[in-house]
């Protein structure tokens, strides 16, 4: 099983970046999928989640109307598409499945400043 984040990078307050999470070794479309991120000296937080077949999402309270979690099955990958981005939001961004069953990946850092 691999997770392998990408797409984060440093972003100014507004600003947008668009994260990817390429996925292998087990059945993608058969698992809700969500990103989690955990900020510095921080838990671990679930940010969104998305249901197997794309249709419906849920997100954290801090990210809704912000961020936009999408998949694509058939490219066994989940992306989460950031905008209006804040300070707060600077974290190192993870995907897994939900609940979390997998080992996690190396993430993929996200630093939102001006």
């Known amino acids: 099983v691999q997770l392998v984040e990408s797409g984060g990078g440093m972003a100014q307050p507004g600003g947008s970046l668009r994260l990817s999470c390429t996925t292998s070794?087990?059945?993608?479309?058969?698992?809700?999928m969500s990103w989690y991120r955990q900020a510095p000296g921080k838990e671990r937080d679930l940010v969104a989640t998305?249901?197997?077949?794309?249709?419906?999402?849920n997100y954290a309270d801090s990210v809704k109307g912000r961020f936009t979690i999408s998949r694509d099955n058939a490219k066994n990958t989940v992306y989460l598409q950031m905008n209006s981005l804040k300070p707060e939001d600077t974290a190192v961004y993870y995907c897994?499945?939900?609940?979390?069953?997998?080992?996690w990946g190396q993430g993929t850092q996200v630093t939102v400043s001006s």
């Open positions: 998305i249901s197997r077949n794309g249709e419906a999402a």
């Open positions: 897994n499945t939900y609940p979390r069953l997998m080992y």
């Open positions: 070794g087990f059945t993608f479309s058969t698992y809700i």
